[in-house]
């Protein structure tokens, strides 16, 4: 094992070089003698406390690195000082630039490494994390396409969650809060919010915008369905090809928060375009009135250009938010 290195020069009061000064080293942590020795391999101990100080006064000695370093106490005749917290070890000798690197390479075997306090392996993307036990646990990376965040709810503290490349939603306005064309009895196939458009089966429908609908969201979009005769409506969004193109062949999440003022099945779905980019055929139902929610003839949505890729349904309680 190789020890790190440590140098001084012991002084009397006046300034002077105290030659053939007795040295004491203790380790800070606990006031014990510490195991020194003057050679770098520790194969040479020198006797603790001794007068090994040279006939110049110069002090060499090795010692492992420790929590909070080492007291050198130095004594000549009458005079004594005492040095508190003195580092040692080998980090002090490489540049924090390459200290992973040249000690990692430098010790290749596992038992080397965890005797120089490194992890026996490390594998590409992997994090360590503080347990319970105040120690450093290793967790895996995550699988490709996904990203770690901090959740104190988690055994480990960590949450893996699909990447949305810096993009906590693709949906743009999704609330429905900036309403520039402030319309009121929307048909088919028309925007109303801005980027939302209505969906209905066979008249208008009049949207608007709610204020603090729930706690977290001040604003939110309302429907009304005032027609004599009932009718399926919704609404939806279309995200440009160049802010969701990173998504193909990855996963994606639809949170939606929605209430009814009566307890009836509401369904939700992404749907994938594979038409030309940005020339989206945007009223994506084919019939209201078919139970089957894939793509085709006689069946929900359109069968040219588009693929459910999810599609799912909530019945929340009247007037509760889900």
């Known amino acids: 094992m190789s020890l790190g290195i440590w140098t001084g020069v012991a002084q009397l009061a006046a300034g002077g070089v105290a030659a053939n000064a007795t040295v004491e080293v203790r380790r800070e942590s606990d006031n014990g003698l510490a195991a020194i020795c003057s050679d770098r391999a520790g194969t040479a101990p020198i006797v603790n406390p001794s007068a090994f100080a040279d006939a110049y006064g110069r002090i060499v000695f090795y010692a492992a690195g420790v929590d909070q370093g080492y007291s050198i106490k130095v004594t000549k005749d009458a005079f004594t000082y005492t040095l508190h917290n003195q580092p040692m070890g080998l980090a002090r000798e490489f540049d924090a630039a390459v200290f992973w690197a040249g ?3 430098a010790t290749t075997a596992a038992a080397a490494r965890l005797a120089q306090g490194f992890p026996a392996i490390v594998a590409k993307g992997d994090a360590w994390y503080g347990s319970a036990a105040d120690t450093l646990v290793k967790k895996a990376a995550p699988a490709n396409g996904m990203a770690r965040m901090a959740d104190s709810s988690q055994s480990d503290g960590w949450l ?11 949906l743009i306005n999704p609330d429905g809060g900036i ?6 009895a929307t048909a088919d196939d028309t925007y109303f919010a801005d980027r939302w458009y209505i969906l209905s089966q066979t008249s208008t429908v009049t949207p608007s915008v709610l204020t603090n609908p729930e706690d977290g969201y001040a604003r939110g979009v309302r429907i009304t369905q005032s027609q004599a005769a009932a009718q399926r409506f919704g609404f939806a969004q279309i995200i440009e090809g160049v802010y969701c193109k990173h998504l193909r062949g990855q996963s994606g999440v639809l949170v939606p928060r929605v209430r009814i003022s009566n307890s009836q099945a509401i369904r939700y ?3 994938a375009w594979t038409g030309t980019e940005d020339a989206v055929t945007s009223d994506a139902v084919n019939d209201w009135t078919s139970g089957d929610y894939t793509d085709g003839a006689a069946k929900f949505f359109v069968d040219t250009g588009y693929v459910p890729l999810v599609v799912g349904a909530a019945t929340p309680s009247v007037l509760r938010v889900r």
Not at 160 to 169: E, I
């Open 160 to 170: 893996d969650v699909p990447h949305m490349y810096g993009t906590k939603n693709l």
């Open 103 to 105: 000690v990692w390479a």
């Open 179 to 184: 309403y520039k064309r402030v319309v009121v």
């Open 269 to 271: 779905a992404i749907l």
